[in-house]
């Protein structure tokens, strides 16, 4: 963080210092780009708030964590395991989704192909 790219005033936008800042009023943002959903009951410390993602499993980088849900108030209610890790990056089904499905005892990983279909045939 010493490197001159740095710089506080590079990544921060520029906020008139005479003006206090403006608070936010939704409480509810779609970021309809990646499919996710933000909400909270409102401002305060003590809100509750959930963040919900359900866009497609499309970009490299990803984690599979479509379907997955992270809900907060005071602590963490509900949170994937990958909050836990050392890095934060682990991409599995396993660590980044909540809801998940199996199927003879293995988790079923999400397809990056957009086009792909859910096999719901029945097998015995």
Known sequence: MTAARNS????????SRDLPA????????YAS??????????????????????????ESHAHQEQGGFTLFQKDWLA?????????????????NNVVRFSRNGKIIGQR?????????????
């Open 8 to 15: 506080r005033d590079d990544v921060l936008p520029a906020v």
């Open 22 to 29: 403006k608070k936010p009023t939704a409480l509810t943002y």
């Open 33 to 58: 780009g990646v499919g996710t959903l933000f909400a909270r009951t409102d401002w305060t410390k003590n809100a509750m708030w959930l963040a919900f993602i359900a866009g497609k499993y499309t």
């Open 79 to 95: 949170v994937t395991e990958n909050i836990w890790t050392h890095s934060g990056i682990e991409q599995g089904t396993e660590t």
């Open 112 to 124: 990056t192909n957009a086009s792909a279909k859910l096999d719901i045939t029945r097998r015995s």
